[in-house]
């Protein structure tokens, strides 16, 4: 019992403790007795993404991105295979924008994104930062209630049906029609700080603004990450309960402290 997380560019796309997130799912599934590979690849590495369970980008200034992009695209064909047969992906900020067709920076400067999603991101000319609150797309709320192997657990989940994290970001991204986004704003900007969406979920890969890390305060969005790629692997379909009272609470309290600005 064995999954194998691939962490792209450590070095370069780690803002706000992005690395947290892998660090989470580690421990969610050690705990379940799932053994985990945790292996660091940045430029030049080699990447095998047929071994790969779960991938994760983290976020990164305009700078980064620049450094990084030539390399993640030589990866985009066997990034793409993987995406299409289930891999899983988690992609924060900047990892999110480089997925897309495209990112244009305040100096209109355009970054070339792996064009994998139909979205595309243009910096604005203020930055979007703070606490975010996110009520979850149904058809993801279902898929997480989908993923607790018992009522009592789906019961606990049932509180779950928000996101929160923190944004920091001067892009735009606007998501082709064909894209659903994780969810609707209830605080803070999410993907434009116009339509009120955030993120993006295209099959089992997930984009979001929200950095914090994000899995540890959305500890039901770890448990689907890791689900999904447990079923693709093993044909397992729930996951068991970890007992988050301590993660609910500090979920909850991020939400009485922030509420909403809507
Ligand atoms: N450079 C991007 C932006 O400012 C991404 C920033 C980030 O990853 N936090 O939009």
């Given at each position: 019992m064995k999954l194998t997380i691939y962490h792209l560019y450590p070095d370069l796309l780690d803002l706000y403790g992005d690395r947290g997130n892998v660090l989470a799912l580690a421990a969610r599934c050690r705990w379940r007795g799932i053994e985990v590979d945790i292996r660091r690849a940045s430029l030049g590495d080699p990447i095998d993404f047929s071994a790969a369970d779960i991938v994760f980008l983290g976020g990164g200034s305009d700078r980064e991105q620049s450094i990084l992009v030539e390399d993640l695209s030589s990866r985009g064909t066997d990034l793409r295979d993987g995406i299409e047969?289930?891999?899983?992906?988690?992609?924060?900020?900047?990892?999110?924008?480089?997925?897309?067709?495209?990112?244009?920076?305040?100096?209109?400067?355009?970054?070339?994104?792996?064009?994998?999603?139909?979205?595309?991101?243009?910096?604005?000319?203020?930055?979007?930062?703070?606490?975010?609150?996110?009520?979850?797309?149904?058809?993801?709320?279902?898929?997480?209630?989908?993923?607790?192997?018992?009522?009592?657990?789906?019961?606990?989940?049932?509180?779950?049906?928000?996101?929160?994290?923190?944004?920091?970001?001067?892009?735009?991204?606007?998501?082709?029609?064909?894209?659903?986004?994780?969810?609707?704003?209830?605080?803070?900007?999410?993907?434009?700080?116009?339509?009120?969406?955030?993120?993006?979920?295209?099959?089992n890969v997930f984009g979001t603004y929200l950095h914090g890390p994000f899995l540890p305060k959305n500890p039901?969005?770890?448990?689907?990450?890791?689900?999904?790629?447990?079923?693709?692997r093993e044909n397992v379909s729930t996951v068991s309960l970890l007992g988050d009272n301590m993660e609910i609470v500090a979920h909850q309290a991020i939400i009485s402290r922030f509420g909403s600005n809507r």
């Open positions: 047969d289930g891999l899983v992906l988690l992609t924060i900020c900047g990892g999110y924008q480089l997925l897309g067709q495209y990112y244009q920076t305040g100096e209109g400067k355009k970054i070339p994104g792996l064009g994998i999603l139909d979205l595309y991101t243009v910096a604005g000319n203020k930055r979007l930062i703070g606490n975010v609150i996110i009520e979850l797309e149904p058809e993801l709320k279902k898929n997480v209630l989908d993923s607790y192997a018992s009522s009592v657990e789906e019961e606990s989940a049932q509180k779950l049906n928000t996101l929160v994290g923190f944004e920091n970001h001067s892009g735009k991204t606007y998501l082709g029609s064909n894209l659903r986004p994780l969810g609707k704003v209830l605080r803070g900007y999410g993907n434009n700080g116009e339509d009120d969406e955030e993120g993006v979920r295209y099959k039901h969005i770890a448990d689907l990450l890791i689900r999904l790629a447990w079923e693709r």
